[in-house]
Structures are given as structure tokens and as C-alpha cells.
């Protein structure tokens, strides 16, 4: 059976991420906010069956996990956020005053990970779900590496991942159209209201 769906949860909001730090090995906590939106994520996937569910180890992915009503959530590596290296805990205006043309997709993180090497983490990730014959995952995993395996879904480069926000606490369904791959769903977050 080929998966027809694919339902990726960026982890809720973290002091971190309120800021715009960017964290990947940190292990931080969610906030407040963060643990409601990962129970008002719960509401919203409640009693949808699921073939598998992953997480990333990280306290972040993994508590979202929890507090969304799935404890048994079994952890992947693979799912980690992208490694930043000596950009770790850094905003992007901090990075962009030294290197005004960084970015993630395009350049990686310095001493961190390559654009090749996620490419190449998403692209593992995907050819075990679709050899171990799964239909509906559930995974929860962060920012930068949902965006990257978003990309690798519809069979482009991650480059594109630039292109895509993902917010805190939002939800997205990667799916089918006919016989294409589409991002069927992208950043819904039920906790946040809409900006202009």
C-alpha cells in the first residue's frame, strides 16, 4: 500500500522559539503557550486512526507529542531539527549582520548540517515508511526539518523549504492529487489568529 497521508506537527512554542532563536541540539522546554497548543492539536487529531505515530527525541517534539494525547509516540532520529552547528541559539537578524546572504536551505549550518545531508535524512525517513507499508503517519518534529521533508515529499529540492513557513503549533497533510504529491494542508494552527 503507498502512504496517502502524512501528517507532520511542528512542536508547540518554546521561550526559543517565541524569540526566533534558532535551536536544534538545545533540548529546551515548551512554554505555556506552547503546551496548550499541543493540546488543542490533540482536540483536532483526536480519533483519527494512525498506522504509525513518530517524534523526534527532542523534549520539545516529544512533550508535544504527549500533551496532544500520544505518549507512545515512538522516537526517530531522523526527525531531529536541522543541525544549526555554530549558529545554534542565534536569530536570524544576529546571523544575517556577519552573513547577510545566509540561508538554512541554501547554506546549512556552519560546522552543522549540509542541505545534502537533510536532504538525505528526509529521504531515508520517507523510503522506511513507504517500505515498512504504512498509509497514516502522524510524525512531530520541528521547523526547519518538516519544511525540508515537505519538499522531499513533492520530489524537490529543499531549496523550496525557504519558501514554505511553518509556525509553532501548526499542523500539515501531505497527501495525494490524482497520481501527484501535494501538500494538502500547510501551517494550520488552531491557536493563532491570522495576520495581515
Not at 538545545?26 to 494512525?50: C, M, S, Y
Not at 520517507?126 to 498509509?135: N, V
Not at 511553518?166 to 493563532?192: F, K, M, Q, T
Request: glycine share 8%.
Amino acid at each position: 500500500m503507498a502512504m496517502t497521508a502524512i501528517i507532520l506537527v511542528r512542536h508547540g512554542t518554546t521561550e526559543w522559539s517565541a524569540s526566533g532563536k534558532h535551536t536544534s541540539i538545545t533540548d529546551v522546554a515548551l512554554n505555556a503557550e506552547g503546551a496548550r497548543e499541543a493540546r488543542q492539536i490533540g482536540a483536532l487529531l483526536a480519533h483519527k486512526p494512525f498506522d504509525a505515530i513518530f517524534t523526534s527525541p527532542l523534549r520539545r517534539a516529544h512533550d508535544t507529542a504527549i500533551l496532544a494525547g500520544y505518549p507512545h509516540a515512538q522516537t526517530d532520529t531522523d526527525l531531529s531539527e536541522w543541525y544549526y552547528g555554530v549558529y545554534e541559539g542565534q536569530t536570524s537578524a544576529d546571523i544575517h549582520q556577519t552573513d547577510p546572504d545566509w540561508n538554512i536551505f541554501r547554506c546549512g549550518g556552519p560546522h552543522g548540517e549540509t542541505p545534502q545531508q537533510v536532504t538525505d535524512r528526509c529521504d531515508h525517513l520517507l523510503a522506511g515508511w513507504a517500505q515498512r507499508g504504512y498509509e497514516r503517519i502522524l510524525c512531530f518534529s520541528h521547523g526547519h526539518l518538516l519544511r525540508a521533508l515537505a519538499t522531499r515529499w513533492i520530489e524537490q529540492a529543499i531549496v523550496l523549504g525557504a519558501y514554505l513557513d511553518l509556525d509553532p503549533g501548526s499542523i500539515s497533510h501531505l497527501g495525494w492529487r490524482h497520481h501527484e504529491r501535494v501538500l494538502r494542508l500547510w501551517n494550520y494552527a488552531p491557536c493563532h489568529k491570522l495576520t495581515a
